[in-house]
């Protein structure tokens, strides 16, 4: 760029600290200009006509088209070149002496000014720069991107360099003054030499009295202009080792890295002391459910309390727990809040802060604030014998107990010992007991800190606790951190009564009819089980489950077979069990221990009861063929007062789980499919085995109903109906419901019963065939039926069967079944109605052993239309006293088959017609015609046209009519 005469270029620079400054480099180019020219070049130092500093990013933000500084401020320093006719980079002394100006942290301008106008081709001075352009134009740009100086020009005011740029087009960017160095004598950064204090490092920082951009700003562009400051430096430490006042002092050693420097450093420490009393303040807190901790802090301050005595009080500060929301502080019930100093955070707590103005008075303070809730968990369990269940259900004689979680403020595990207060509400909200619990141990395998107070009860319910919905509150506080949990219980218990079981015949069910009485919890459903029982005079060692198949558990063993006495489980009784195992393993000899449970269908880690035993099962291939191993077990079942191994007795459906072990390695388990009900009767007042079951899941009415097939009920005899009810909680009846049925007869099936041939002729013979059984499929052989018919000619008007005996090609109504339990029965169609459809009954009349049943069958019959048309020659002229034949001829047009044909004529003349004999036999199939004449001979036609009637009468050969 030029320098003209009366048109100085400045050159911006900052300094980040006070410093002494000798000069600058830069390149200016003296052209065309001889030693012994008289072209002078000046240089001028300048503070900035800044009167509030302001960052560096701001001062050099490219987008901002007003200069945002001048030279116009203080001159510190000039100096004249006289002749100058130098062309590189050069050194400028700001004082004709060499000496440096002793200069104060802030921003400065160099001017340079020339008494030569520059012309090209004439002598003339030029700088040299680089124009601001992230883009590459021209091979020329600025590396960094940025603007790191101003760069001014005056020719009337101070105005932006612009470089012109040639290219593909001419363009004009902002200049950059970059390409000069400062000559300056500045403090150290404290990194520079290692500063320490107590062995912590003194760390590089910003001046806190100056604008300056930082590393940590939002904006890229601060980032990019942020830098330390000269001679400032920070730390925040405590002492490793306290220091004792000396004569009222106290001494700091600093140490630095003498290799690097090693005279004296000159520094000035820039220090605060404030004297303060601390004084613990009561403070109350309020738990409310769903609502946050609310505290309140109450001082009484008293400024002229000889505690004070020589004191320059400043200010007044509550510190409380930094993730506190303060919401009020009063002096007097007036607030002050607003009026308190920014708060200061530290350490984890928050100081606010009143300064002397509002604070020096005296009166009481309330400081208001709400933290959170660090309850953050409260889980109950049905604590039985030390076992813990967790559930929210529970019914009479349980006993109940808690654990909490709870999280610290900064989100950590809880490092104290838990102690909370636990109050129980009683259905109709009145309190029952209030209890502290106390827990050093803590569970952290979960995200807060559990505490379990070593399975301590908090409610040991009776028989006569009251029914319905509980609720319990726990609150905690550590001082400063406060927690408050809600939790709702539920002790109740389900009611069913089967009313009535009804037989369903055409469906071959018994329905149950009954009712459930259900409470409300924070589960919506529960679930339903049928069991019918088959009731035994007495109990049997026989096994009423046996099994064979083929379960691999693994390692190749396998369970062959399963065997168990007992499907109902009475209280004390015995249950016996075999268990079948296989060793196809061909090297190894296995040590295996067999595990039979009665768990719970809901929940297998429910035990009722459970056994074991353990036998050596010989590798595959023994001759006495000991490689299949019996292991018999009996499993004790205990009663209702004694409860089950890990768990209470519940009025829900049992089964046997199996568990398999190698050397005490579990290898596999297995649970049986067949559910197995409990009963608390003794097995010498009820002994029973279940026929079948039914599970009804996720309900919500009041009602059910049940359809149970009746194949499965071993009839005839007495069956047993049993009712549960249950939910997800274990929650069940207290009691057991029943309800017994006799029937003493079974009803029947007929199987596969058809007609032979459908759609058939109504004058053809039909045969019906089929199998009769029972309703427990066993065939019922020599057994008479008997068959009927309905009369009605119209069966859509609501009219009822009319069964008329159906008599058979035999002349009898009946058939008798053979050894099969199969029949044939042959009849002529024509003793049905002449309707399309006719319906067929076959009735087994029933005896001492089975009900009276039936079946009806509907036989389709082919449907015939008798249509005919007759053609006769209607243009024949008549010849007076002569014969004339006219021919006529009728054609069969419908389906069926016409015979019996008559013929008959009606006419005002005298004629005759001319027919076969044997007419009555003739027969005409569809599509078929017969021909005839009529002869007409009259003495006298009256009339020019004559009207005849012929009228065709025939049967129809399929159906008769």
């Not at 088209?65 to 130098?86: K, Q, T, W």
């Not at 009602?703 to 047993?720: E, K, M, Q």
Request: overall charge negative.
């Amino acid at each position: 760029m030029s320098i003209k005469e009366n048109d100085p270029v400045a050159l911006e620079f900052e300094l980040r600290g006070d410093a002494t400054v000798y000069g600058f480099q830069a390149w200016i180019r003296a052209l065309n200009i001889s030693t012994d020219s008289t072209s002078n070049l000046t240089i001028q130092l300048y503070e900035t006509n800044l009167t509030v500093p302001v960052r560096r990013s701001e001062l050099l933000d490219a987008t901002d088209p007003i200069v945002p500084a001048e030279p116009s401020g203080v001159l510190h320093a000039e100096n004249s070149y006289l002749n100058f006719s130098a062309d590189g980079q050069f050194w400028f002394d700001f004082m004709p002496d060499g000496s440096g100006i002793d200069l104060n942290i802030g921003n400065y301008f160099i001017v340079i000014s020339v008494n030569t106008s520059s012309d090209i081709g004439q002598k003339r001075f030029t700088m040299v720069t680089i124009p601001w352009d992230a883009v590459y134009v021209n091979d020329r740009y600025d590396p960094d991107g940025i603007i790191d100086h101003l760069l001014l020009q005056n020719t009337t005011v101070w105005s932006f360099v612009k470089a012109t740029l040639e290219g593909s087009y001419q363009t004009y960017r902002r200049a950059d003054a970059a390409n000069f160095a400062i000559n300056l004598t500045r403090a150290y950064f404290p990194s520079e030499i290692g500063l320490t204090i107590d062995n912590i490092p003194v760390e590089d920082t910003y001046t806190w009295d100056y604008p300056h951009d930082t590393f940590e700003d939002d904006s890229p562009e601060a980032k990019r202009y942020a830098s330390y400051w000269w001679g400032y430096g920070t730390i925040n430490l405590e002492f490793s080792n306290a220091l004792p006042p000396i004569a009222g002092n106290f001494t700091v050693t600093l140490n630095w890295d003498e290799e690097i420097y090693s005279n004296d450093v000159i520094f000035d420490v820039n220090y605060l002391v404030q004297n303060y009393f601390v004084q613990p303040v009561p403070s109350i807190y309020h738990l409310e459910v769903d609502t946050a901790p609310v505290w309140n802090i109450t001082l009484e301050f008293d400024p002229e309390d000889s505690i004070f005595t020589n004191w320059n009080f400043t200010q007044l500060a509550f510190l409380v727990p930094d993730n506190w929301v303060v919401t009020d502080l009063t002096n007097e019930t007036v607030s002050v809040l607003d009026l308190t100093l920014h708060p200061i955070e530290k350490d984890g707590f928050t100081y606010i802060i009143l300064n002397s103005t509002i604070a020096d008075v005296n009166g009481t303070y309330n400081l208001l604030a709400e933290s959170m809730n660090y309850m953050k968990g409260l889980n109950t369990f049905l604590n039985y014998e030390g076992n813990e269940w967790e559930t929210n259900g529970f019914m009479r004689n349980d006993n109940i107990s808690i654990a909490v979680g709870l999280l610290t403020s900064s989100d950590f595990y809880l490092q104290t010992p838990g102690m909370v207060t636990a109050s129980l509400f009683n259905p109709v909200g009145k309190k029952m007991l209030s209890n502290i619990f106390d827990d050093g141990t803590i569970d952290e395998n979960s995200t807060y800190s559990w505490f379990t107070f070593e399975h301590a009860l908090l409610f040991e319910t009776n028989d006569t606790s009251d029914i319905g919905e509980y609720t319990i509150i726990v609150n905690w506080t550590d001082g400063d951190q406060a927690g408050i949990l809600q939790h709702k219980i539920y002790l109740n218990q389900y009611y069913s009564t089967i009313h009535e079981v009804n037989h369903l015949e055409d469906l071959y069910v018994n329905q149950l009819i009954g009712t459930v009485t259900a409470f409300p919890t924070d589960l919506q459903n529960y679930d339903l089980s049928i069991f019918a029982v088959k009731p035994l005079l007495e109990s049997t060692s026989s096994f009423i489950f046996n099994e064979s198949r083929e379960d691999s558990i693994g390692e190749n063993l396998y369970l062959t077979n399963v065997a168990f006495n007992e499907t109902v489980l009475n209280a004390q009784e015995e249950v016996l069990l075999e268990i079948d195992l296989e060793n196809r393993h061909l090297t190894l000899d296995y040590e295996v221990t067999v595990i039979a449970s009665i768990v719970y269908l809901d929940n297998l880690n429910w035990i009722v009861a459970n056994t074991s035993e353990l036998l050596t099962i010989p590798k595959y291939g023994q001759p006495d063929e000991s490689h299949n191993q019996k292991f018999e077990l009996s499993l004790s079942i205990p009663t209702v007062l004694n409860g089950g191994e890990n768990c209470p007795i519940r009025n829900s459906p049992m089964q046997l789980h199996l568990t398999f072990k190698i050397d005490d390695v579990v290898v596999g388990e297995k649970t049986e499919s067949q559910l197995l009900y409990y009963t608390a009767v003794d097995e010498s007042d009820f002994e029973g085995n279940v026929l079948t079951s039914k599970i009804y899941q996720d309900r919500t009415g009041p009602s059910f109903t049940s359809n149970i097939a009746r194949n499965l009920l071993d009839l005839p005899g007495n069956v047993t109906y049993f009712v549960q009810v249950y939910n997800g909680y274990h929650m069940s009846m207290a009691g057991e419901r029943n309800f017994t049925t006799l029937d003493n007869k079974i009803t029947g099936i007929f199987n596969n019963m058809r007609a032979t041939i459908t759609p058939i002729d109504h004058l053809a013979i039909q045969t019906i065939t089929g199998i009769v059984v029972d309703e427990n499929s066993i065939v019922l052989k020599e057994t008479e039926i008997d068959f009927y018919y309905d009369s009605r000619i119209n069966y859509t008007d609501g009219s009822n069967p009319n069964w008329i005996p159906l008599l058979s090609t035999d002349d009898i109504a009946t058939t008798t079944t053979d050894e099969t339990g199969a029949f044939e029965f042959e009849f002529d169609m024509s003793l049905t109605p002449l309707i399309p459809e006719v319906y067929i009954l076959a009735k087994f009349g029933g005896n001492s052993t089975h009900m009276v049943f039936d079946n009806s069958l509907t036989i389709a019959k082919n449907q015939y239309e008798s249509d005919i048309e007759i053609v006769l020659n209607a243009n024949q002229t008549l010849i007076q006293n002569d014969h004339n034949l006219v021919s006529c001829i009728v054609r069969n047009v419908g389906n069926s088959t016409l015979t019996n044909l008559n013929i008959s004529f009606v006419s005002p003349y005298d004629a005759t017609v001319n027919i076969l004999s044997g007419l009555d036999f003739l027969t005409i199939e569809s599509g078929e015609e017969y021909s005839f004449q009529i002869d007409f001979y009259d003495a006298d036609y009256s009339s020019l046209n004559t009207e005849i009637n012929i009228t065709v009468c025939m049967t129809i050969e399929e159906t008769g009519e």
